[in-house]
């Protein structure tokens, strides 16, 4: 089977077009067929070894790339009991899914309902999951409560303000350019300013106040200008660092912005069994299905192609998410 992987960490140049055999499912995995793959922040992260001493995510080289994808299982450990062959599925967190099969644990995996267009399987579970539990678990969402959403046009930015706004939030947004601002207001956001004085700007719409929570997946562009505008007691969640990271960062600085909750969390962590994985992922497909979530493909690749997709990631010009087609 074909695959794209990695035997070194770099740039778009390291990546490996190869010839793999098709790999056999150990007792407790599934043998996915796959026909879409998402391409994500988390491959370049990968790719650039980001992730080489991680014991949250313990990839080791060489590894095909791609941590999302959708399509049929072809094929069952002997432990499997809850799968059958021809299943559409759904997953995240494994590495694999540049390539035309992939192993994958079966406690993983999320069944896509028929009537649910596969490629929208594969962009909804890595953007979709993050985006469930960081506005159903840590978001304190409701009517009265109030967001600041950072890169707002991205794949998990729409969908964030998208569930805060069906939630009540009043959401704000930040994005690069007035087309980006454009998409975040689309999508719900009452409204969306550049990145250059963001803090003045929204401290200025909340009368002083601040925001309840603000989502920061930047780092060290913006978090510390993310403390100033959380108000009094408020959380700021770093779920990312596509920005560079903040290495020196004092925890007295929370409590001069007005006794602050930092945190930064992990999908793998709010994903820790079966059970979860599915209850998150039929909240989406079942949003997706309805219109009340929607999910902008902004480009569609093949595995010749994938280091332009990883360029368009790291320049920041994609609006939405990007997509890799197999089969």
């Not at 450990?77 to 390539?99: E, F, K, N």
């Not at 490629?119 to 600041?148: E, I, K, N």
Request: aromatic share 6%.
């Amino acid at each position: 089977m074909k695959a794209v992987r990695i035997a070194r960490y770099g740039g778009p140049d390291v990546l490996l077009h190869e010839d793999i055999p098709v790999p056999e499912p150990a007792p407790d995995e599934a043998l996915v067929r796959l026909r879409h793959s998402g391409i994500n922040f988390m491959d370049v992260h990968t790719r650039q070894g980001k992730y080489e001493g991680s014991r949250t995510y313990p990839v080791r080289l060489p590894t095909t790339l791609g941590i999302e994808g959708a399509g049929e299982v072809v094929a069952l450990g002997q432990d499997v009991r809850d799968l059958r062959v021809g299943d559409r599925v759904a997953y995240c967190l494994h590495w694999g899914s540049y390539a035309d099969y992939a192993t994958v644990p079966a406690w993983k995996l999320a069944p896509v309902p028929d009537a649910l267009p596969l490629d929208q399987g594969a962009a909804a579970m890595f953007h979709g999951l993050t985006a469930h539990y960081l506005a159903h678990d840590l978001g304190r969402a409701g009517p009265g409560v109030s967001w600041l959403v950072h890169a707002a046009s991205g794949g998990i930015g729409q969908l964030l303000v998208q569930m805060g706004a069906q939630l009540g939030v009043t959401v704000y947004a930040t994005t690069s350019t007035p087309a980006k601002a454009a998409v975040a207001r689309a999508r719900g956001a009452t409204e969306a300013v550049p990145y250059e004085g963001f803090a003045e700007a929204v401290r200025e719409m909340t009368s002083g106040r601040g925001v309840d929570v603000v989502f920061d997946p930047v780092g060290r562009p913006t978090l510390r200008e993310s403390l100033r505008v959380a108000r009094r007691q408020g959380l700021v969640v770093n779920f990312g660092a596509v920005g560079g990271a903040v290495r020196d960062l004092d925890p007295i600085e929370l409590g001069e912005a007005g006794s602050l909750f930092l945190t930064r969390p992990r999908l793998a962590d709010h994903l820790p069994d079966a059970t979860t994985v599915r209850r998150r992922a039929a909240d989406v497909f079942r949003a997706l299905l309805d219109g009340t979530l929607s999910i902008e493909i902004a480009s569609r690749h093949t595995m010749e192609d994938v280091a332009v997709a990883h360029e368009e990631l790291e320049s920041r010009r994609a609006v939405g998410k990007l997509i890799l087609d197999l089969h």
